[in-house]
């Protein structure tokens, strides 16, 4: 089985939960008193995806204003980015918004981009709806999804999620732009699982 390396990293306003989801996804491990990122970290987790495997090379930044002329040293050269925001915070979801602008203006042309709604796990005081969230992740072609790093829900789900997403290559046309567009339409319409 083919194994593909797959940068992706993940952007989204401080305590957010971007090192949660990842320690979440990497580790099945969550911490209570994690503490923020510095810079950014890294750790790799290899997951089936059809004929072939995909090693996620995880870029987590971190989302502190100081840090944010670092973020394009992640997304450059990224096949997918995970936009996270917290449910519970308004003010997230619009700092979201700048990510996904950013990405549209700065980042590379086919990145798969994938929202993640964290904290689900405290619905009962959020602050962006789900229709809310579907609608702009539909309006600019994005994943979404709602997840809680604490309560293990949806995490996989979102790696899974972006796997289906990445156009598998084709070996017999060396993975030309044609030949993966095509496979990729394929795989969007039947929307098959890992
Ligand atoms: N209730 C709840 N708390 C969470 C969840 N995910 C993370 N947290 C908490 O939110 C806080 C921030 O989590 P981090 O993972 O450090 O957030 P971050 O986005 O990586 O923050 P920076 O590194 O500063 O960018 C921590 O106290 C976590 O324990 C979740 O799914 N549910």
Known sequence: MAIRELKVCLLGDTGVGKSSIVCRFVQ???????????????????????????????????????FHSLAPMYYRGSAAAVIVYDITKQDSFHTLKKWVKELK?????????????????????REVTIKDAREYAES?????????????INVEE????????????DPHENGTNGAMKLRRQSIQSTNRCC
């Open 140 to 152: 600019i072609g994005a994943l979404v999804v709602e997840t809680s790093a604490k309560n293990a």
């Open 105 to 125: 203006e700065h980042g590379p042309e086919n990145i798969v981009m994938a929202i993640a709604g964290n904290k689900c796990d405290l619905s009962d005081i």
């Open 28 to 66: 099945d491990h969550f911490d209570h008193n994690i503490s923020p990122t510095i810079g950014a970290s890294f750790m790799t987790k290899t997951i089936p995806c059809g004929n072939e495997l995909h090693k996620f090379l995880i870029w987590d930044t971190a989302g502190q204003e100081r």
């Open 158 to 169: 979102l790696f899974q999620g972006i796997s289906r997403r990445i156009p598998p290559l």
